[in-house]
Every structure is written in structure tokens, then in C-alpha cells.
């Protein structure tokens, strides 16, 4: 299974999201590649930017499992616990674009880690985040979301 | 971050790096916001060169907007699919203004 450790650096995301894409690309139709790079990016941000409060040089385990009907993509850090609420939050209201003001500048990370993928798991085990993000590649898989 | 042309008092705006996320976010902003505030009304972004854009891209790019206001006008275009496909996600295709070329997008502006 390929895997890969990085340090906290927002800088490292985008090569991150490449080497997503590279280890999906064989099996994975191109859409779906999107989806799984977006999920990564935001995963990675929220680890960097909040589980660990911007503090470079911190441990970040990732590690792909591209499978015949999904892909799975596991997250480790060692940062702050994913408050529960966190996970079930919706992005803010209905988007109404003649009010400009009120349009949200934050808070998209997790409500779109959940739109890209089909199944999001979360655990701490011991002082470990594990975030699992499952992308369903075939149409029975994704109706079940298993 | 960014490169700008003005002419016939539409800015146009293209995004130099290959992506438009976190690490870079805020200088986008700031960089674009100092266009506004400098006078530019109109503005063209072209995202042409740009392969993603994450949350923090799409807030920087929500924020231009808002500086620009109901006065002013913001067109984009050069969407890559991945870059569309953040749009469609966010509902972002229903507040910002999307064009296929820089031609549209110009004239939209312009009228």
C-alpha cells in the first residue's frame, strides 16, 4: 500500500494531491481523481492549519489503498481531537448570491471532505487522529457507499 | 501571484501560479483587494494556469468579490475541471460569473 510521511507544511499539500492522483490514476476514472485531490487538500489543510494550530515540522502519516471498487485514503496526525461536532457541520445556509456580504469565507473544509467522498471515518487512537476517507469507484459501490 | 493588463478600463487578472490554495491564498487576496482598492472596477480573473483551487482559494476569490462590490464586476474564466468541479461543490457557480475564454468574459464585463 503506498504510503507517505510528511511534516506540517502547507507548502506540501500540492505535492501531496499530485501523489494522490498518480497512485489513483490507473484505476480510477479522472472525475473521481478530482474528487479524491479535493478531500486530500482540505484533510491536510485541517490537519495543518487546526490539529496542529500552523506548528511546522509535526508528523503526518498518509497512506493510499487503491482496491477494485474504492479507494481508501488514511490521514494520521498527532494534533488536537476532531471535535465530534465537527464532522456533521453543513456549510452555511443557502447560498444567495444578490448578498454579497453574507457569503461564507470559511468553514468548507469538512462539509466538502464529506461531499467528495463516499464514506468519512474518523477515530483517536491513543494521542493519533486517523481520518479514512472512502471513494466508491463503481456504481453498486457508490449507491451503498461501502 | 498574479499578472494584470488594463485596458479600456477592464482589468484583467491571471493567476501566475499553478495553483490557488492555502500556502498562497492570502497573497492573492491581498495583491487583487490592492487592485480595487487602487480603482479597478472591472476585473477579469483567468484561472487559466491554475490546476486547483482549495477552500482557501475559493474564500480569497469570495473576498475580491465582495470588495468589488455591487458597484463593481468580476468575471473568471479558464476553469480546469478540477477547478469546476470546486465551484460546482461549493455552489460557487451560482455567485461568481464563468466564462469559457477570455473574450466572453471581457465582453460581459465591458457591457
Known amino acids: 500500500m503506498p504510503a507517505l510521511d510528511i511534516t506540517s507544511e502547507i507548502a506540501a499539500v500540492g505535492a501531496v494531491t499530485d501523489w494522490v492522483a498518480d497512485v ?54 498527532r494534533g488536537r481531537e476532531l471535535p465530534a461536532a465537527a464532522l456533521t457541520r453543513e456549510v452555511d445556509g443557502d447560498l444567495d448570491p444578490g448578498n454579497l456580504m453574507m457569503l461564507p469565507e470559511s468553514g468548507a473544509g469538512l462539509p466538502l471532505i464529506r461531499a467528495c467522498s463516499d464514506n468519512v471515518r474518523y477515530r483517536r487512537v491513543g494521542r493519533w487522529n486517523e481520518l479514512t476517507l472512502i471513494f466508491c469507484t463503481r456504481a453498486s459501490a457508490r449507491s451503498t457507499g461501502q | 501571484m498574479i499578472s494584470t493588463e488594463t485596458r479600456d478600463g477592464v482589468t484583467m487578472v491571471r493567476v501566475t501560479e499553478a495553483r490557488l490554495n492555502a500556502a498562497n491564498a492570502i497573497h492573492f487576496r491581498r495583491e487583487s483587494i490592492a487592485l480595487v482598492d487602487g480603482g479597478a472596477t472591472r476585473l477579469v480573473i483567468d484561472l487559466g494556469q ?14 475580491v468579490l465582495k470588495r468589488v462590490g455591487i458597484t463593481g464586476s468580476l468575471a473568471i474564466f479558464g476553469l480546469q475541471p478540477v477547478v469546476r468541479r ?3 461543490l461549493t455552489r460557487m457557480d451560482r455567485v461568481f460569473h464563468l466564462y469559457p475564454d477570455a473574450a466572453s468574459a471581457r465582453s460581459a464585463i465591458a457591457a
Open chain 1, 24 to 77: 489513483s490514476r490507473r484505476h480510477v476514472d479522472q472525475a473521481r481523481i478530482h474528487d479524491i485531490q479535493i478531500a486530500c487538500a482540505e484533510a491536510l489543510n485541517n490537519i495543518i492549519l487546526h490539529a496542529y494550530r500552523r506548528r511546522t515540522g509535526m508528523p503526518i502519516a498518509i497512506s493510499i489503498n487503491v482496491l477494485a471498487d474504492r479507494v481508501a485514503l488514511v490521514l494520521r496526525d
Open chain 2, 50 to 63: 491554475v490546476s486547483f483551487v482549495d477552500s482557501s482559494g475559493l474564500a480569497a476569490l469570495v473576498a
Open chain 2, 86 to 88: 470546486m465551484f460546482e
